[in-house]
């Protein structure tokens, strides 16, 4: 099996274009089959794909895989957690229920990347109200083709319009429960490992453009080490503070590389080039909350440091 590394820097570079959804997750397959870690297919799925959005769905996907190992490999899945109310648990009012011995879940769900592409979904509801007023989350799987499931797509976002988006509403639907607490377990930790497995693929995806766009070995180079640098996130402990720093500092090195990069831009396939132009806002849509928790986990640092003294 190739290393990730070589494969990056030796793999030929796909000319046939995306047209798809469907086209870009037949890619992505193609890519975790050369691979095993989550991560390293996200990279691999990015470096396969011909554009951010595409680059974007081989990083969801893979980060979902992470969070549950469970999940069938063919399948396209959605996270369902935001609600008309937000995402914070406090906002979560879709419902489960045990009936008869069955898990039902009902509720609606505003915000479901992958929309009706999706075959699974990992919903987030609420098991009611524990002693100290907090919502009691728990984790679900349920069947998106199930019949009381309905998708409604959004109209396409500014950027990355191929990825699409949906409302989702659950009526009496048959739910998976999975163990554990449905924040602590998974919406919270979920964050972080989504951040880091889109980072890997939108540098998968970057290695392709430099390579095709035949840029400096020295940018190449960098590339590559912002990779490592992924690669060697401690993926298992999300919501370890020592996570939080480390990626917020890959995140500042990734941002400083991209403003050295631009310049770059022209020798690009315009096509490429004026998609990049529409479509990297789709990094910063989560910056707030994860300089948030950078902050935090800074906090968590030095609060863990004064009691050592």
């Known amino acids: ?44 799925g990015g470096f396969g ?34 609600e008309e109310g937000g995402g914070h648990p406090s906002a979560i ?35 009611g109200t524990a002693a100290d007023g907090r919502n009691r989350l728990r984790a679900c799987l349920v069947e998106a083709g199930d019949a009381g499931v309905r998708l409604t797509d959004h109209p396409p976002l500014v950027f990355a319009p191929e990825v699409p988006h949906a409302s989702v509403v659950l009526t009496d639907v048959p739910a998976l429960v999975l163990p554990g607490d449905g924040y602590l377990d998974y919406l919270k930790p979920f964050r972080t490992i989504e951040d880091i497995h889109v980072l890997a693929a939108t540098l998968g995806w970057l290695v392709r453009v430099a390579r095709a766009s035949a840029w400096p070995r020295e940018s190449l180079q960098r590339l ?9 996130l401690d993926i298992d402990a999300p919501t370890s503070p020592g996570v939080h720093v480390a990626l917020g500092g890959v995140f500042a090195s990734f941002a400083a590389l991209a403003t050295e990069l631009e310049p770059l831009w022209q020798t690009a396939d315009p096509a490429t080039r004026q998609r990049w132009e529409r479509d990297r806002p789709l990094l910063a849509t989560a910056g707030r909350v994860r300089e948030q928790r950078l902050v935090a986990a800074w906090r968590a640092v030095e609060a863990g440091e004064d009691r050592a003294e």
Request: net charge negative; hydrophobic share 50%.
């Open 1 to 44: 099996m190739d290393t990730l590394l070589d494969f990056l820097l030796t793999e030929p570079v796909a000319a046939a274009p995306l047209d798809d959804v469907a086209a870009a997750w037949t890619r992505h397959r193609v890519a975790a089959n050369r691979f095993d870690q989550p991560v390293e297919i996200a990279i691999a």
């Open 49 to 82: 794909a011909d554009r951010l959005g595409f680059a974007f769905l081989s990083g969801y996907q893979e980060a979902l895989r992470t969070l549950i190992p469970d999940l069938p490999d063919d399948e396209l899945v959605a996270m369902c957690a935001t």
């Open 93 to 127: 009012r879709t419902g489960l229920t045990e009936r008869e011995g069955v898990w039902r879940v009902d509720g609606v769900k505003s915000f479901a990347t992958m929309g009706s592409f999706a075959r699974q979904l990992v919903v987030i509801a609420s098991a």
């Open 224 to 232: 590559l080490t912002l990779v490592a640098a992924v690669r060697g």
